[in-house]
C-alpha cells in the first residue's frame, strides 16, 4: 500500500487563510471543513488527507507523528518549544504580534508585574530575558479582562488591530514577537515521506510567492 500524507489544520482564521495556499498547491478537501463535523477529510489526492484540531494543539499532533504536516501560527510553535518539528515555511497569512499590553501609564517596568496570558512559557522567557520577575497567571482566553479586574497588571496576547485593547481602555508596550502562520512537518516523516512532502512544500512555497507577487503588483 502507497504512503498516506496526513496535514494538520485549525478551523477558522487558519483554514480560511491556508485552503487558497493549498488549492493553489492542487490539494482541495472532499467538503467543506467549516460545514463538516468531520474531523478526518479526505481531498482531491488519494493520499493526502487532512486532520481538524484545535489551533494550540497543531504543534503537538505533528511533533508526535498524529500528522506528517500541519499549519500553525508561530505563537503555538514558540510556546510549544518546537521539538520534533521543522518549520520549513513562513505562510505569511493570520499576521499579527505577540504583545505585553496594559493600562496607559501602567509602567511596563513594574518591579513583580502579575501577567495574565495563555501564552506562560513565552511570558516566563520573555521576563526571564530582562532579569525581571513576573507572576504569571495562566488564562485560556480573553486576558483583556485580567486588568480590568485587577487579576494582573499587564497581559501578553495577540494584537492585529489592536481594537480589542482599545475597546477595554489598554494599549500595546512592548512588542515580543511578530507572528505569522507557518509550515511545520513531523521530523521522522521528513525523512520517510520525502517524495510526498518535498513537492507539497515546493508548491506551497511558489503559491506564497506567486501571492505575494501579485499583492505588490
Ligand atoms: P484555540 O482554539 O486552540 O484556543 P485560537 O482560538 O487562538 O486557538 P484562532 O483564534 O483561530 O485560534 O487563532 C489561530 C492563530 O491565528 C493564532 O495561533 C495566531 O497565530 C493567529 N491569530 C490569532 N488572533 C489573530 C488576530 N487577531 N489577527 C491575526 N492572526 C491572529
Ligand atoms: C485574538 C487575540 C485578541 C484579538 C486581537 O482573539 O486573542 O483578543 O484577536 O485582535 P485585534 O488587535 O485585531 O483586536 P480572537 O479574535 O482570535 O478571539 P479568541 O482568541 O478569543 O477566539
Do not use: W
Request: charged share 25%.
Amino acid at each position: 500500500m502507497g504512503q498516506t500524507l496526513t496535514i494538520a489544520l485549525s478551523k477558522g482564521r487558519i483554514l480560511e487563510d491556508t485552503l487558497p495556499l493549498l488549492a493553489s498547491a492542487g490539494i482541495e478537501p472532499a467538503e467543506d471543513p467549516d460545514a463538516s463535523r468531520r474531523l478526518v477529510l479526505p481531498t482531491n489526492r488519494a493520499e493526502v488527507q487532512l486532520v481538524i484540531v484545535r489551533a494550540t494543539d497543531v504543534p503537538t499532533y505533528v511533533a508526535h507523528g498524529g500528522a506528517d504536516l500541519g499549519v500553525a501560527g508561530k505563537d503555538t510553535l514558540l510556546e510549544h518549544g518546537g521539538a520534533g518539528l521543522y518549520e520549513p515555511l513562513d505562510l505569511g497569512i493570520a499576521r499579527c504580534r505577540l504583545m505585553v499590553a496594559g493600562y496607559p501609564g501602567t509602567t511596563e517596568r513594574l518591579r513583580r508585574p502579575r501577567v495574565a496570558t495563555k501564552f506562560v512559557n513565552i511570558s516566563r522567557r520573555y521576563f526571564a530575558e530582562q532579569g525581571r520577575q513576573a507572576e504569571l497567571i495562566k488564562l485560556y482566553g480573553s486576558m483583556e479582562l485580567a486588568p480590568i479586574v485587577g487579576l494582573a497588571d499587564l497581559i501578553v496576547d495577540l494584537v492585529d488591530t489592536g481594537n480589542t485593547l482599545r475597546a477595554n481602555g489598554l494599549e500595546p508596550l512592548a512588542t515580543i514577537a511578530p507572528i505569522s502562520a507557518r509550515l511545520v512537518v513531523n521530523r521522522a516523516a521528513m525523512k520517510m515521506k520525502h517524495r510526498l512532502i518535498e513537492p507539497v512544500t515546493r508548491a506551497l512555497g511558489e503559491a506564497v510567492n506567486e501571492r505575494d507577487r501579485s499583492t505588490v503588483e
